[in-house]
């Protein structure tokens, strides 16, 4: 501990004592300071015992010694030291009157001790607190050092949350805790999750204090990671400011998890290398050999049912990385495996059936369709990502379920959504797909020639072609849905084959001339 008032009484060689403020002397002292001016104040920084011997001062006036006293107690002076024998055979009633009431502990400093030992003793007593500070700064990074080795982040934690007296929690890329020491921690880290958002948003590395939940603690917040994004968080709960021992062991442990980070990074890294090949061997149709090759890195993902996600980047911003600490966080938090394959401006993902990871992919499409929807609640970045998911599938059809992530892909793309799975292309119409431009222009060619003669006033050729068209050619239901007989509907018909020169009798002409109605009705 650091020197207080009450230990330098104690001090045997000093001989000092206290003539008011007695239930003040636990205070520490930050310095011992000698100064004669009359207003010592601009020159104090606060937890400082000031020696004097009242050269300059007025000891005997009342009104001065009070507006003295109370001048230093609001500096932040600790104490007040006195040297008898001086100027002063005494300490001068006045100034005893002053000190008690104002509450600042009054010492009396015998004229056999120069002021310099003081000096020294609360010097020697500041560099022995330092100096078990740092061996046990030291001893709490062995420690540290040790759990993180043996038990790996889960055993640093615990370590660190009996050296600060106090909890610890780590947060993942996306701001979600991991894990926490004690296990009674884990709500109050839970209720952080928006302090350490906030704190991701800073360049690493960042730091901040605040309030615990309630009011119930102190917490400080430390980003992990030497890149642009931070890759995880700690926080460190105490119930008050951290000494310098347990500063030392926040750093520490800051330093291993942030080697920890780094190097769950390298392995990352080789990891994405195995699922690229991983991924190349199931779209070539070899799923053994992606099964030799993956071993138990993937668990069951390669044998059971899974959706292959294929994402894209039109911004300059990383939407892709966001996406990614998305899908990988929930993978991890749910225990599932999870391949990931970055090709360039592309991602391609597999993951479970109806797992966690294919949810948050959604959820996390959702949040950019809302933030699209309302402009200032979305950045450029965010929205610039696209995403197609295909339907559920087997190692066996993996290429085929890529194609259909990419043609869900393409969809998104053309209709401007973020998020597309392939199964609502397939169970739903294919009228939507008419909304494509090359598909109305296609349309507006083809029935250019009708509209021109309709516009004439000498018949309507385009109401009478989608009438009989959707009475699947049956001239009579046809002619009574337009209120005309069915020779002039008749009569119409052939006028439409002669404008367009194609036959009526031909399917994939009523099929095109039928499509392209649909297409240009829904302008």
């Known amino acids: 501990m650091p020197p ?37 104040v601009p020159y104090m920084e606060g937890g400082e015992l000031l020696l004097i011997t009242a050269l300059k001062l007025d000891a005997e006036d009342p009104d001065a010694m009070r507006r ?4 230093l107690a609001g500096a932040g002076v600790v104490g007040l030291g006195f040297a008898v024998g001086v100027n002063y055979e005494e300490i001068p009633r006045a100034l005893v009157d002053a000190a008690a009431e104002e509450g600042l502990p009054l010492l009396e400093v015998p004229r056999r001790t ?22 046990a700064g030291f001893a709490a990074q062995r420690e540290l050092t040790k759990q993180t080795l043996n038990a790996g982040p889960e055993g640093l934690l615990t370590a660190l949350a009996a050296q600060v007296d106090g909890w610890a929690a780590l947060y993942d890329a996306s701001g979600a805790v991991v894990a926490t020491a004690p296990e009674w921690a884990g709500r109050r880290a ?56 347990e500063r030392y062991a926040v750093h520490s442990a800051i330093a291993l998890l942030t080697l920890t980070t780094e190097r769950s990074r390298s392995l990352h890294a ?15 149709g070899e799923p053994d050999h992606a099964r030799a090759v993956a071993g138990d890195l993937y668990g069951g993902l390669l044998d059971a049912p899974f959706r292959m996600i294929v994402a ?53 499409a959702a949040g950019l369709e809302s933030a699209r929807a309302v ?18 599938a087997g190692p066996i059809a993996a290429a085929a379920a890529y194609k259909q992530a990419e043609q869900a892909l393409s969809v998104a793309r053309r209709r401007g959504r973020v998020f597309v799975e ?57 002619a009574a849905d337009l209120g005309v007989h069915r020779h002039t509907l008749r009569y119409r018909m052939r006028r439409v084959e002669e404008i367009l020169g194609r036959s009526l009798d031909d399917p994939d002409v009523r099929m095109e001339l039928w499509l392209a109605l649909k297409a240009t009705s829904s302008e």
């Open 312 to 364: 894209e980047s039109v911004s300059g911003g990383d939407p892709l990385g966001a996406l990614t600490e998305t899908v990988e966080s929930a993978a991890a938090r749910s225990g599932e495996a999870v391949l990931v394959v970055p090709e360039g401006e592309r991602l391609v993902m597999l993951a479970t059936d109806g797992g966690a990871a294919v949810a948050a992919c959604a959820a996390h």
């Open 375 to 392: 402009p200032e609640q979305g950045t450029e970045e965010e929205d610039e990502l696209v995403v197609g998911l295909s339907a559920p």
């Open 114 to 135: 120069p002021f310099l030992a003081i000096s020294k003793a609360v010097s020697a007593a500041i560099a022995a607190d330092q100096y078990r500070a740092v061996t």
């Open 422 to 478: 392939h199964e609502q292309l397939a169970a739903g119409s294919v009228l939507p797909l008419l909304a494509d431009d090359a598909v109305k222009a296609f349309a507006d060619s083809l029935l250019r020639a009708l509209h021109e003669h309709d516009a004439t006033g000498r018949g309507d050729l385009v109401a009478s072609l989608r009438a009989w068209l959707s009475r699947h050619g049956q001239w009579d239901a046809a």
């Open 68 to 71: 003295y006293v109370k001048r």
């Open 270 to 284: 080789a990891e994405q290398r195995i699922g690229a090949a991983v991924l190349r061997m199931l779209l070539a």
């Open 4 to 40: 207080t008032l009450a230990s330098l009484v104690h001090h045997s060689a000093l001989k000092l004592i206290v003539r008011a403020g007695e239930d003040r002397l636990d205070v520490p002292v930050r310095w011992a300071h000698v100064s004669e001016l009359a207003d010592p």
């Open 190 to 245: 839970a209720r952080l999750t928006a302090d350490v958002e906030r704190l991701r948003e800073r360049p690493a590395p960042a730091s901040s204090v605040v309030g615990g939940p309630d009011n119930e603690d102190r917490v400080e917040l430390h980003s992990l990671g030497t890149g642009r994004r931070p890759r995880a968080a700690l926080a460190v709960g105490t119930a008050a400011a951290l000494g310098t021992a």
